[in-house]
């Protein structure tokens, strides 16, 4: 493990996408696993993910959410009672048919016990509606017992073809909130407050920008009524869909007949709303900060912030600067700062410089002999790659400040990309050649599925959304493939 | 749901099993899902699982370890590549065999796609070690990269056949710890240091005193060469199991060809080690204290510390009695307490009373008129059904220490009871007596599995463990069995 460098890093210009998983890996974020599709989330990426996860968590319950677990399997006639969500999710199903294995008669190792049949398969659950509204079916009697606001951190699998780490994984973590409402303006508000919530997040704590929109019908969840989300650009200007919030009308409530007597007594279907993000996040920060020398993390998600390297020749030296950097550590400590000294005696410095550069930590202090008489320390930002000389006396405030620095340039940064190339197009031929130069794309659009589906055939370019906030849409026009009236324009882009 | 008072519940002494069952649906912690053997953990049992999660996993990492995440499935031939450990859990395996569902050709909704048939099935993980040993294989070279030291959170599904809420469930959240190391001495110091956090957690948050051993070669976990366990007693004088921790010598490390280059450069097998608990410590939590009026919660675990219930007559008494409680919620949450107002309109106070009892709430705190001209409030303990009348103006500090006293004296109680039934037997008549009426027997065994087999076979107990604390027990004395010679006592019981 200890031969990594960046040097052996792809550049980011010739093959984002080599340098993309070559990242990940050499970073020690996640790797593939044995089995395929399947991710192992290394210490380091796990650790990123954990503050994400905490963040959210707290996100969740500030907003009246409490989280609960439901069932890792699906009875598989489950999946069919809501017909556009089967027709969604079946042909990516892990399925459950047997419950015991047993030595091969034959003598080659163990086999499927063919006796352990299961009466009806099991799904490994893609997504929870249908368990989880089988469940409230019994907790929701009258008006009384909503709103239902639940949220559940859990693994979910899509058998996907294609995977790619984080990105696109058969297994992967999220988190799925369900809530369950009396009336359909209530499930409306929830949906859109928590699709700002993830907004939120990913402005404040993830520094990157996030356009705010409904999915077209054709991209929307299969089961809802309306899809919002938030769309976020890569560097080589394609688009992620980093969250998604899920207005789900009565279908789940009809699907399993969830009704509640209000306050007159009357039997009604209740209201549903769905949202999650996933650890797909984690590539979606990668891919908006990082550079060719690899990761680089905003402070609020960094699970390093500081990282200290000695330079000594003598163990003299050593000690002594050792012994300084832990006083320093403990004030840095004392403001909120978390920081590690690596004291590792068999590397170099330049070799630890490069690899806390490959793991993104935002900020390394260097404190050399020198150092140590003129009371100075050697301070390097990692995300503008900038130098300095600091006073070991106002270290930690001046780290703090700097670390907020750091997340308002590091979010300003990415926004300027992001707004340089959201571009308004209004003739097929410009949307053509745009395309292949990245970017959101803002036309006009004529609003049907059919214009929708030729624009991606022709261009492998699809509706991200239908923004609500980061650009002004609302205008008349005429579509840019079918030339039909349009009164606001959408975004389309290449996506991930 | 509102319906619910512990008046319905089942009387402790009448039939055990039933109350507990009883307690855990109604006091709103698990139910059965509509997946047989699966449940679904409730929002109030889930925020205590929560706590539960948030104080062992920060123990994890104050004593060096990590977080990762390893896949959901294990390829089949993993399973079987130690000996022992596929023997342990071939029988209970959920097999993943397809990857599709298909509309069903005579069109009765959907049906496993044949032509989606896996290669390889795939194991549902009932433990991780093979997938993660696999995965250390590529991150272990040398002795630089030991002691490799990571925590994993996850669900687990082990296909058992009688499953109760939270002791025994097809699938149950734990935490698996897997640690690589250079030498035997340090994987038996790592396996014995976390039997130890174990029991720390169990004795100073669970108030449940345990007693420290090994587990008897029968007992072992599959393919480990020394299980150490913490073992509860509970209420109705049956053992519970609430966590291992494994040292398993060279074996998976052999399994899956894990080498490391010491010092000398020589190559040498890695030594690991393996520990969890999981969600049947909710199942031991509840059988350790409650009552029955419902749950008893140790205050460090619960969700809510002090319930505050207002009683009234007119809308101005209201007011004035919810503002109050605000400031003294913002008083004891000033000093660490959690607290809720229950403000619910449409319930009496006796009905919140009963409640709030169900679930196990430490401390409540009423108010009505008269306390309000007073300036006291009347405070009721759950554990010992005592009420006082306190001060408001010393409220949040005779809280904070009362909650304090509370778990210290739930603690002693569970350990005089546990005490009190550790009984030495000393003839085979004493102990087909003693074990009908519980406890833990105390007697001298042979050391062979043949009697561990005859005296289960007779009486349904087992060893429990071959204690390390808690009792002195290394003297001389005959088998309690089969009369031959034996050096220490050991622990039999029933258990769950």
Redesign the interface.
């Known amino acids: 493990?200890?031969e990594v460098t960046n040097k052996e890093m792809t550049n980011r210009e010739e093959d984002y996408s080599k340098w993309y998983n070559n990242l990940v890996v050499k970073a020690d974020l996640a790797?593939q696993?044995?089995?395929r599709g399947?991710?192992?989330?290394?210490?380091y990426g796990?650790?990123i993910?954990?503050k994400m996860h905490e963040i959210l968590d707290k996100m969740f319950k500030d907003t009246g959410h409490?989280?609960?677990?439901?069932?890792?399997?699906?009875?598989?006639?489950?999946?069919?009672k809501e017909a556009e969500h089967?027709e969604g999710f079946?042909?990516?199903?892990?399925?459950?048919?047997?419950?015991?294995?047993?030595?091969d008669p034959n003598g080659s190792?163990?086999v499927?016990d063919p006796s352990a049949r299961l009466e009806e398969?099991?799904?490994?659950r893609p997504t929870s509606e249908t368990?989880i509204w089988?469940?409230y079916k019994?907790?929701i009697?009258?008006w009384?017992?909503l709103p239902v606001l639940?949220n559940q951190w859990?693994?979910v699998?899509r058998?996907e073809m294609r995977t790619r780490l984080f990105l696109r994984t058969a297994?992967f973590?999220w988190q799925e909130g369900h809530t369950a409402h009396a009336t359909r303006e209530e499930a409306v508000a929830e949906a859109q407050k928590m699709v700002n919530v993830y907004a939120k997040f990913a402005r404040e704590y993830m520094a990157m920008p996030v356009v705010i929109g409904h999915k077209s019908e054709t991209e929307r969840f299969a089961g809802a009524l309306d899809t919002y989300s938030i769309e976020a650009m890569m560097q080589d200007g394609k688009a992620l869909q980093a969250g998604t919030s899920h207005f789900l009308g009565q279908n789940f409530a009809k699907a399993f007949e969830v009704q509640y007597a209000n306050k007159e007594g009357k039997l009604d279907y209740v209201w549903a709303t769905s949202w999650g993000v996933s650890t797909r996040l984690m590539g979606a920060l990668i891919m908006s900060h990082s550079d060719n020398n690899g990761l680089v993390l905003p402070p609020a998600l960094a699970p390093i912030q500081v990282v200290m390297v000695p330079i000594y020749k003598k163990d003299e030296e050593h000690s002594a600067i050792i012994s300084r950097m832990n006083e320093l550590k403990a004030e840095m400590e004392q403001v909120g700062i978390s920081v590690k000294i690596d004291d590792r005696d068999?590397l170099r410095p330049g070799f630890k410089f490069a690899e806390w550069e490959l793991k993104g930590v935002p900020v390394r202090v260097v404190i050399g002999p020198r150092d140590l008489e003129s009371g100075n320390v050697e301070l390097a930002r990692r995300d503008i790659s900038t130098k300095e000389s600091v006073a070991q006396a106002s270290l930690a405030q001046y780290v703090k400040s700097l670390l907020d620095e750091i997340q308002k340039q590091m979010y300003e940064k990415a926004l300027k990309f992001r707004d340089e190339n959201i571009i308004k197009v209004d003739t097929w031929d410009e949307f053509k050649q745009q395309i292949e130069k990245g970017g959101f794309l803002l036309c006009h659009w004529d609003g049907t599925a059919e214009t929708e589906e030729k624009i991606k055939e022709e261009t492998k370019a699809t509706i991200r959304c239908i923004p609500i906030d980061s650009c002004v849409c609302e205008e008349e026009g005429k579509c840019v493939y079918s030339g039909k009236p349009s009164q606001r324009r959408v975004i389309f882009a290449r996506a991930y």
Do not use: Q
């Open positions: 493990m200890a790797e696993s044995a089995v399947c991710m192992v989330i290394k210490p796990y650790a993910w954990e409490v989280n609960a677990y439901f069932p890792l399997f699906i009875p598989k006639s489950f999946l069919s089967v079946a042909k990516e199903c892990a399925v459950v048919t047997h419950h015991r294995l047993m030595n190792g163990v499927v398969e099991l799904i490994v368990i089988n469940t019994n907790w009697k009258s009384r017992d639940c859990a693994n699998v058998w297994e973590l068999n």
